[in-house]
């Protein structure tokens, strides 16, 4: 069965700094999907990146990039030069062979002025 | 994009009453719909996963007699809250997925308050 841990509880760092949100999964599965959403105060979830199994190229965009290391189960997400408007809790997904999308505990991000 | 609209948005219910809360693709068809629960900083949990034209697969530990999940159309699944106890009042998030490489679209959620 499917799974993701989010170790960071609650991030807290001062803004412009860069932060690092980390992602373990497991999965039996070859052909899955890594997912990771923001999730502000209103409650809404904010998709930010969909990569699948068989592309492990790094992406970036603007201030967001990511990390997939498939030797290492890892799909780790870092913020760069951050803002307050960061604050918020942000959750790494798996989908694994056309099945249910699996949440990992989620990370609680705070952004200091 | 993909838009999936929720309503209501926050509804409070008084014990024992029901509640249904509504989640629509609006501009796509959703083959699968899903059903979330959140407790105050927690993650989101599955409930259940519907599929047009078919009884929902509840997760373990869900009660399937309480929340009663339809999927009557390829663009809305309704969530009805049975006989509602506080210890209903949580977060619910609906999803849909139009086919599964095309990822999830999630609904603004319903703050369900259950005096």
């Known amino acids: 069965a499917q799974k993701v841990t989010q170790a960071q509880t609650e991030i807290s760092v001062v803004e412009k700094e860069d932060v690092t949100l980390d992602c373990v999964y497991e999965?039996?599965?070859?052909?899955?999907?890594l997912f990771w959403y923001k999730q502000p105060p209103s409650g809404e979830l904010v998709f930010l990146i969909r990569?699948?199994?068989?592309?492990?190229q790094n992406e970036i965009s603007g201030r967001y990039s990511w990390n997939f290391q498939k030797s290492t189960s890892s799909f780790n997400f870092t913020i760069t030069a951050s803002q307050v408007v960061d604050s918020a809790v942000y959750f790494c997904a798996l989908s694994e062979a056309r099945d249910k999308l699996v949440f990992g505990a989620g990370t609680i991000l705070r952004v200091k002025s | 994009g993909a838009v999936v609209s929720q309503h209501p948005s926050r509804v409070i219910c008084k014990s024992g009453t029901s509640v249904k809360i509504e989640c629509r693709s609006l501009?796509?068809?959703?083959?699968?719909m899903f059903w979330y629960r959140q407790f105050p900083k927690k993650s989101l949990m599955l409930m259940a996963t519907?599929?047009?034209?078919?009884?929902?697969t509840y997760e373990q530990g869900v009660e399937k007699d309480k929340f009663l999940i339809n999927h009557a159309s390829l663009t809305l699944s309704t969530l009805t809250v049975t006989s509602a106890h506080p210890e209903d009042s949580s977060f619910y998030i609906c999803?849909?997925?139009?086919?599964w490489g095309y990822g999830y679209t999630f609904g603004s959620g319903t703050r369900l308050t259950v005096v």
């Open positions: 999803s849909a997925s139009q086919d």
């Open positions: 999965t039996r599965d070859t052909t899955y999907y």
């Open positions: 990569r699948n199994s068989f592309d492990e």
């Open positions: 501009d796509f068809q959703a083959t699968t």
């Open positions: 519907s599929n047009e034209g078919s009884k929902a």
